[in-house]
């Protein structure tokens, strides 16, 4: 699994590294019953806090992405995908409400803003892009 942060976002770390392993899980780079790198690995690896990455996986487990072990560590969901919950709907409609208004904004029409979710949904899912 490849990570990249970027180090001078003001997206916080721990949110760049979660939505990193949630992008990799949707792509099946990572796939059910993977083993994510250990807490203490992967902060070594990304130069990063090991709060922040112990943060980033019980947000994981949380939204029912992982399972967290004793032994294994976290371990993505072996049964299949994590459920749309009510929580998750909601921040998605927030976050799209947002972007569709930046693109209200920057005169983008409502076709170009469809047909660019629809692409990059088709992309996470390996399907065309078109």
Excluded: W
């Excluded at 949110?15 to 059910?32: F, H, M, T």
């Excluded at 019980?58 to 992405?65: A, I, P, S």
Aim: proline share 4%.
């Amino acid at each position: 699994m490849i990570v990249t942060l970027d180090y001078e976002s003001e997206l916080p770390l721990y949110s760049q590294l979660y939505d990193e392993i949630v992008r990799g899980i949707a792509e099946g780079s990572v796939k059910p019953g993977d083993s994510l790198p250990s807490v203490r690995s992967l902060a070594g690896d990304l130069s990063i806090n090991l709060h922040t990455v112990n943060k980033t996986y019980h947000l994981l487990k949380q939204e029912g992405y992982v399972q967290i072990h004793r032994q294994k560590g976290a371990v993505v969901q072996p049964h299949g995908s994590a459920k749309a919950t009510p929580e998750f709907l909601g921040r998605m409609e927030r976050q799209l409400r947002s972007l569709a208004a930046e693109a209200v904004c920057r005169s983008l029409d409502e076709e170009q803003f469809v047909a660019q979710c629809r692409s990059i949904y088709r992309e996470l899912k390996g399907g065309s892009a078109t």
